[in-house]
Structure formats: structure tokens, C-alpha cells
Nanobody
Framework: QVQLVESGGGLVQPGGSLRLSCVAS????????TGWYRQAPGKPREFVAG???????NYSERVKGRFTISRDNAANTVYLQMNTLKPEDTAVYYC?????????WGQGTQVIVSS
């Protein structure tokens, strides 16, 4: 069982930056695939970025070139650096970790991009 706790959300102006963090409990975190998803009001949850246990990354076209996913296995933490934020990036951001058929979600952290 893995528990995930996100932090780092908040209110930021368009063009600004935020870094989200997700701390995982449990062992063998380095073996997990990880990712970030987001859900805006009235919309389904969507994929943002993924990072495999072998350090392969992929990004949604909506964030490619602006967001960067990374991880620190020693600290059991995955990050999402978000630059050049836009109002349409406003959403609750969720961390996800998976290993085999088991997937785990955090509780989410709110990001609001507004002037």
C-alpha cells in the first residue's frame, strides 16, 4: 500500500511558475511508475505528465515545453515544475503511482492561474 501526499498548489498569475511535490510512503518507490493528472471544474480528469521507473518521460501536448516531471527516489518524491502558467492550467492536480496492476492516487492540490 502506498499513500501519496501532494503539496505546492496555490494562486499564481499568468506567466508564473509553481512546483508541485508528491511524497510517497512505503518501500520500493523507485520501482513505481509515476504521473501527474489534473481535473478542471466540470471536466474529466486528464493526463499531464508521466515518468517511468526507468526515467522515461511523456507529456500532454497541452503542457509540453512548459512542465517538467522529475523524481527523487531517495526522498520518495515526484515533482512537477510548471512554468509559463496559463489560466487554462487551473485545476486540481493529482499525483499517481503504479506498480503492476496496483495504482494509487493522492488527494490533490489546487492550482489557480488568475490575475
Amino acid at each position: 500500500q502506498v499513500q501519496l501526499v501532494e503539496s505546492g498548489g496555490g494562486l499564481v498569475q499568468p506567466g508564473g511558475s509553481l512546483r508541485l511535490s508528491c511524497v510517497a510512503s512505503g518501500d520500493m518507490f523507485s520501482r513505481y511508475g509515476t504521473g501527474w493528472y489534473r481535473q478542471a471544474p466540470g471536466k474529466p480528469r486528464e493526463f499531464v505528465a508521466g515518468l517511468t521507473s526507468s526515467s522515461i518521460t511523456n507529456y500532454s501536448e497541452r503542457v509540453k515545453g512548459r512542465f517538467t516531471i522529475s523524481r527523487d527516489n531517495a526522498a520518495n518524491t515526484v515533482y512537477l515544475q510548471m512554468n509559463t502558467l496559463k489560466p487554462e492550467d487551473t485545476a486540481v492536480y493529482y499525483c499517481m503511482a503504479s506498480l503492476g496492476n496496483n495504482g494509487y492516487w493522492g488527494q490533490g492540490t489546487q492550482v489557480i492561474v488568475s490575475s
